[in-house]
């Protein structure tokens, strides 16, 4: 069956660090791959898109890198900041019929001042 | 520009009773669309619609109906709730092609209880 998956454990790091965050998934051939920032009680927020035929995107300080034949994404946050500290949703993109997204439970990020 | 507006933001029904989550957008997006949230699992999609008069399902449908009379507007009714169905609720909107190009917008979540 399709997975996606992204580490549920907490991820903390100290400011002006690097985080970088993974998302796996196995059984699906996504179109595009997505970024999302949630903050507690709020929606999730739309951070970056990158397709199937790129290897990286960036804007500003975060950069995304998709590697179909590992079938993995990196999402990095260079100079992180307590404001960054959040949780992140990867989400895939299928093209294949009517779109199909699948979304991960994210991962906890909380960057220490 | 308020985005996607959701009400109510919390809400408690006892088992049996129906109710309607209410979403409204102003960006004039064709696509939107429901999905519930719960611990330890991704959004799910349950409902959307790719235009006025347009509606389908998603991946968990069952007990729950929507319509889209208009484009501004996508309510979610729940039938007869379940304690199952306690979750929080997100609606989304998007340009096109269901956000796969420009990613969703989502709302700030309505968070129901079935006791």
């Known amino acids: 069956s399709q997975k996606i998956e992204q580490n549920s454990e907490a991820l903390n790091i100290q400011e002006g660090k690097t985080a970088t965050l993974t998302c796996n998934y196995t059984?699906?051939?996504?179109?595009?791959l997505q970024w999302y920032r949630q903050d507690p009680g709020r929606g999730p927020v739309f951070l970056l898109l990158?397709?199937?035929?790129?290897k990286e995107k960036r804007k500003e300080r975060l950069k995304v890198t998709f590697d179909t034949t590992l079938k993995q994404s990196l999402f990095h946050i260079t100079a992180s900041q307590p404001a960054d500290s959040a949780t992140y949703l990867c989400?895939?993109?299928?093209?294949?019929?009517?779109?199909?997204?699948?979304f991960g439970t994210g991962t906890r990020l909380k960057v220490l001042a | 520009n308020a985005g996607v507006t959701q009400t109510p933001k919390f809400q408690v029904l006892k088992t049996g009773q129906s109710m309607t989550l209410q979403c409204a957008q102003d960006?004039?997006?064709?696509?939107m669309s429901w999905y519930r949230q719960d611990p330890g699992m991704g959004l799910r999609l349950i409902h959307y619609?790719?235009?006025?008069?347009?509606?389908d399902q998603g991946e968990v449908p069952n007990g729950y109906n929507v319509s889209r009379s208009t484009t501004e507007d996508f309510p979610l009714r729940l039938l007869s709730a379940a304690p199952s169905q306690t979750s929080v609720y997100f609606c989304?909107?998007?340009?096109?092609?269901?956000?796969?190009?420009?990613?969703?917008?989502f709302g700030s979540g309505t968070r129901l209880t079935v006791v």
């Open positions: 989400a895939l993109v299928s093209t294949s019929g009517t779109y199909k997204y699948i």
């Open positions: 619609s790719v235009g006025a008069g347009i509606t």
């Open positions: 990158i397709r199937e035929n790129e």
């Open positions: 960006m004039n997006h064709e696509y």
């Open positions: 059984n699906y051939s996504p179109a595009y």
């Open positions: 989304a909107s998007s340009a096109g092609d269901l956000g796969a190009h420009y990613g969703y917008t």
